[in-house]
């Protein structure tokens, strides 16, 4: 278990590191359109920001993926706002990637498999066995709940500016919202944490297991002494008259 919250841990502290990175192309857009109210500059810093990151992560050799995705997600955020002239389009994936993330929490938490459950048994490689544990399942619960909780507030906070176009309003918010649902996430952490306390589930499976053993006994002892009782049924009948 020890080894699993450390690696957990060191994910989450990654994911937050990341997410401060990660802002800078949004960041670098917002603050540009907001003085200058000119939507090809902002897109040009946008992107410089963007290929910024991207040489960022190539240099301290992270999975060459990770350093194109920023790139290719600020291209897609540019296109959007060009093709359309609305700078709030600028945010509309990451707004669609939010909407994704909150509906799926919400329907595997219904489903009765938290997502976080899941993704934390890809990260230590446990798989699905902590589904067996009845514990640990209402504590991956609780904790997906806190993330779910976070996302829905983040969301309910950003459709209405998109909706009303405040493209400056939403980029402000959409710069601190990965570090928010990286200090979700972790919030979330801790109340599946403390949901678990000191519970280990070999507990559990020692006393099904003992029980188990008392059930097998019980027969043994049945068959022993049905046995004993059928020996002994013609001894006494020869015996008696």
């Known amino acids: 278990m020890e080894d699993g919250a450390d690696t957990v841990r060191a994910a989450a502290r990654d994911r937050l590191r990341a997410a ?20 090809a500059v902002a897109l040009v810093l946008a992107f410089a920001a963007g290929a910024g990151v991207s040489v960022y992560r190539i240099v301290r050799r992270e999975p060459v993926w990770r350093a194109l995705a920023v790139l290719g997600l600020v291209c897609v955020q540019s296109l959007l706002a ?29 489903l009765g498999r938290p997502l976080m459950g899941v993704v934390i048994g890809l990260i230590t490689k ?16 609780k904790g997906t709940l806190v993330i779910l909780t976070g996302s829905l507030v983040m969301l309910a906070i950003q459709l209405p500016l998109f ?54 006994n019980d027969l ?16 006494l009948e020869r015996i008696l008259p």
Do not use: K
């Not at 446990?126 to 399942?137: D, F």
């Not at 980029?171 to 952490?189: E, R």
């Open 126 to 141: 446990e798989g699905t066995g902590w589904r067996r544990c009845r514990v640990r399942r209402r504590a991956y619960a």
């Open 163 to 216: 909706l009303s176009g405040q493209a400056v309003g939403l980029g402000f918010v959409d710069s601190i919202a990965p570090l928010v649902l990286a200090l979700d996430v972790l919030l979330g952490w801790r109340v599946y944490r403390r949901a678990v306390a000191e519970h280990h589930c070999g507990t559990d499976n020692h006393r099904t297991n003992g029980h188990i053993e008392d059930h097998l």
């Open 20 to 39: 401060v990175v990660d802002v800078a192309p949004v960041f670098g857009f917002t603050v540009s359109f907001g003085l200058t109210h000119h939507l």
């Open 82 to 110: 060009a093709q359309t002239g609305d700078a709030t389009n600028f945010f509309l994936p990451t707004l669609m990637v939010h909407c994704v993330t909150a509906t799926a929490n919400a329907v595997m938490l219904l």
């Open 220 to 235: 043994t002892n049945d068959c022993v002494n049905d046995r004993m009782s059928t020996e002994t049924s013609p001894s």
